[in-house]
């Protein structure tokens, strides 16, 4: 009976602590109360790069580079499920992961990703402001415009495994799939010629794995069941957290010209060679 009046008391004393936590909220939606486990973090920043940027940067300080949409040159879906997180690979906005890392090397960053806005509002200006915003927009041309691209995405590799015996087991199933991009650093007076450019390919991972129940017990008893965890390795955010960011260094070691930045390159992103 004590115990039954501890709970109740305790019940109603985490109840009234709650109105009064909540009582001088301004906003009682479902962001007043955030999960207990919540991961906020700015996209990554690869630290082995920096020898490398150091390494370009008297070749492209001061540029001016524009940013344009990336586009996804894959065509397929996601057609293994468990090995990714969305039904495309990663769209036109996907080159802004690039901004950061040409902003450390040096570059002044011009936005193409998105010229809705000045679209809509070059149609609504008169004739003299739409000439001012032109000769602006001629004044201030970039060197270069980075072009992005992923061009594969191939689900590669799966094992299964499962086993019981006497009615206990396990299983584990693993799936892999192999994105590639690239990033080309054109020039950005008409000729279309590339000066530098970055690729390289990068495995992710899908595992699930779990125990498994399926046992009489006390002659007349059967008891099945399974229990498992899985985890998943993204593919949208690591194409633009890794392959467009080390793809860009890649394009910018490329146009400097410079043999020891190709080096360097090639030692954070190994080449692969193939004999025919």
């Excluded at 909540?22 to 009682?28: R, V």
């Excluded at 397929?76 to 080159?95: E, H, I, L």
């Excluded at 001629?138 to 495994?161: E, G, I, K, V």
């Excluded at 690591?238 to 400097?256: F, P």
Aim: include cysteine; proline fraction near 4%.
């Amino acid at each position: 009976m004590k115990t039954i009046l501890s709970v109740a008391a305790a019940s109603v004393a985490v109840i009234a602590l709650s109105g009064c936590q909540t009582s001088g909220s301004a906003f009682k939606g479902t962001t007043g109360s955030a999960p207990a486990k919540t991961v906020i973090a700015q996209t990554a920043e690869i630290k082995s790069l920096s020898p490398l940027l150091a390494c370009v940067k008297p070749a492209i300080a001061g540029k001016t580079i524009a940013v344009a949409p990336a586009t996804d040159s894959t065509g397929k879906t996601n057609s293994v499920a468990d090995s990714g997180t969305g039904n495309f690979m990663p769209g036109a906005q996907t080159s802004n992961f690039a901004i950061p890392t040409l902003r450390a090397a040096g570059a002044k960053v011009m936005n193409l990703n998105s010229v809705g806005g000045e679209s809509v509002l070059r149609q609504l200006v008169n004739s003299s402001k739409l000439r001012q915003m032109q000769n602006t927009t001629t004044r201030n041309m970039p060197d270069y415009y980075l072009d992005f691209a992923s061009m594969s995405l191939d689900f590669d590799r799966t094992t299964n495994f499962s086993l019981m015996i006497k009615g206990f087991g396990g299983y584990n199933d693993t799936q892999r799939a192999t994105i590639s991009g690239g990033a080309k650093l054109v020039r950005a007076d008409g000729s279309l010629i590339v000066d530098g450019y970055g690729s390289m390919k990068i495995s992710v991972f899908s595992t699930q794995s779990g125990l498994m129940l399926g046992r009489v017990f006390g002659g007349d008893t059967l008891a099945t069941g399974e229990a498992g965890a899985g985890f998943q390795q993204p593919m949208q955010l690591w194409t633009g957290e890794y392959v467009t960011q080390l793809t860009t260094a890649g394009a910018m070691a490329d146009m400097s010209g410079n043999p020891r930045c190709k080096a360097m390159y090639d030692k954070l992103v190994q080449p692969d060679v193939v004999d025919m």
